[in-house]
Nanobody, 118 residues
Framework: VQLQASGGGLVQPGGSLRLSCAAS????????MGWYRQAPGKQRAMVAA???????NYADSVKGRFTISRDNAKNTVYLRMNSLKPEDTAVYYC?????????????WGQGTLVTVPA
């Protein structure tokens, strides 16, 4: 599975961005797709996730501001980010989970930088 993320950039506080992540390759087995972020000096943390059935999960810090969605026909997951804050500044990584007999395989995109200046 290959993941290609796009959509990051510089946005002023209160602004919006939409990230996209397209999956290709052996996509048949993908279950959950999601977004993680890593701010400078911090560990990578889950932002939002969505299952193939459409169930979603969000980090408390983004609830009500971010929306994750998924187009299964296009094998693409999106993250709509509204009311952005300086603390949202991070490299955002998309993620795909493929269940296996032994557990699961985790795939990562290359990361896209989101900068919200203070």
């Amino acid at each position: 599975v290959q993941l290609q993320a796009s959509g990051g950039g510089l946005v002023q506080p209160g602004g919006s961005l939409r990230l996209s992540c397209a999956a290709s390759g052996s996509i048949f087995g993908i279950n959950t797709m999601g977004w993680y972020r890593q701010a400078p000096g911090k560990q990578r943390a889950m932002v939002a996730a969505i299952t193939s059935g459409g169930s979603t999960n969000y980090a408390d810090s983004v609830k009500g501001r971010f929306t994750i969605s998924r187009d299964n026909a296009k094998n693409t997951v999106y993250l709509r980010m509204n009311s952005l804050k300086p603390e949202d500044t991070a490299v955002y990584y998309c993620n795909a989970v493929v269940p296996t007999h032994q557990g699961a395989m985790y795939y990562w995109g290359q990361g896209t930088l989101v900068t919200v200046p203070a």
